[in-house]
């Protein structure tokens, strides 16, 4: 059971690139999605990436007017930081820790930890209940 709860306890929602500076300035989720967020092959918004904008002046100038000065696609930059549909799950292991995009290999290590203790404890408690 302990082993199964972790794929509840470790469940994953929706996710996507945070940009503090364009939420201070009141910028819609479609707006932000709109000007900072790539679209994959499948149409869909990029979870882990998003377009190299000076964010700070976009913010000052407004969605309208920052949009109406981009001119190139820009290039595509790993996130910083990530927001996460907490209306699926309110909290769970991955969203306590961050655990996507580049940091989805510890999901699999923390499991990997659990069992190692487990392993150990049944080692050590075993020994000592005896004496």
Not at 72 to 80: E, G
Request: proline residues 4%.
């Amino acid at each position: 059971m302990q082993t199964l709860s972790y794929q509840f306890l470790g469940a994953t929602p929706d996710y996507w690139c945070r940009l503090d500076s364009l939420l201070e300035a009141k910028w819609t989720r479609e707006q932000i999605f709109s000007f900072a967020i790539p679209v994959d092959e499948q149409g869909k918004p990029e979870t882990c990436l998003m377009y190299d904008h000076n964010y700070t002046r976009a913010a000052e100038l407004g969605y309208e007017a920052a949009a109406a000065t981009l001119q190139d696609t820009p290039a595509r930059v790993p996130c910083v930081a990530r927001d996460f549909n907490r209306s699926q799950h309110q909290s769970t292991v991955t969203t306590e820790w961050d655990l996507v995009c580049e940091r989805r290999v510890l999901y699999s290590t923390t499991q990997a930890a659990v069992e190692v203790g487990k392993f150990a404890g049944a080692l050590l408690l075993g020994y000592t209940i005896d004496l």
